[in-house]
């Protein structure tokens, strides 16, 4: 419980009750499973900063049809709170959220004929939208919507089995490099390390 580094939420209308946070049912794309307090593989930053948006969009008097989703990243190392709201209406009131208990917050149209998170336009950005995490002593900077191992204590332990298991060579090549983690780590083992990564955001 609590390991994710990154949680991304949907929302469901509950009348009197309120904006819920919410997930997808498994197999089941148009049915909604509402999250009175979070996620459990959340940690509590997290799920707090999510239900503080929702309560706040609840206030402004959004309704769940005008949402897309909100990913929340947390940092292990620096424990900031970052936090990437998509809607569907480009006249979204952004500026009247609330910035309390994030480093950092982006409000993004999408166009509502896709189903996924796509920035179409920013309406909003504010404070430190990067990431930055520590892995076995190395610092690394990744942007926020950019891939990121979400459970740091499996990665940090499956680095470990790989490099003992890596025998000295002439190159090593990572695919979907993404900030070049595990070629960073497994550096001694080879005379050259090649990173092959498409999206330039991460590299």
């Not at 994710?4 to 509950?14: G, H, L, P, Q």
């Not at 500026?95 to 149209?109: D, K, M, Q, R």
């Amino acid at each position: 419980f609590g390991y994710r580094t990154k949680m991304e939420f949907s929302f469901m209308d509950e009348g009197e009750q309120g904006l819920a946070l919410a997930f997808h049912r498994r197999g089941r794309r148009h049915e909604m499973v509402e999250l009175p307090h979070g996620c459990l593989l959340g940690p509590a930053a997290t799920n707090a900063a999510a239900l503080g948006i929702a309560d706040q969009l609840w206030g402004l008097g959004v309704e769940a049809d005008s949402l897309k989703t909100l990913v929340i990243r947390e940092g292990v190392c620096t424990q900031c709170v970052v936090a990437a709201l998509y809607v569907k209406d480009p006249d979204f009131p952004a500026e009247e959220l609330n910035l309390a208990g994030l480093s950092g917050l982006t409000v993004l149209y999408s166009r509502p004929n896709t189903s996924d998170s796509v920035t179409t336009t920013v309406l909003r950005e504010w404070g430190e939208l990067g990431m930055t995490e520590q892995v076995h002593g190395m610092t690394l900077r990744y942007p926020f919507d950019g891939f990121f191992q979400n459970n740091l204590p499996v990665f940090e332990q499956a680095l470990a089995d790989l490099a003992e298991a890596l025998s000295p060579v002439d190159m090593l090549m990572e695919l979907y490099a993404g900030v070049g983690t595990i070629g960073l780590h497994v550096r001694d083992r080879a005379a050259r390390i090649l990173g092959v990564e498409l999206d330039q955001e991460e590299t």
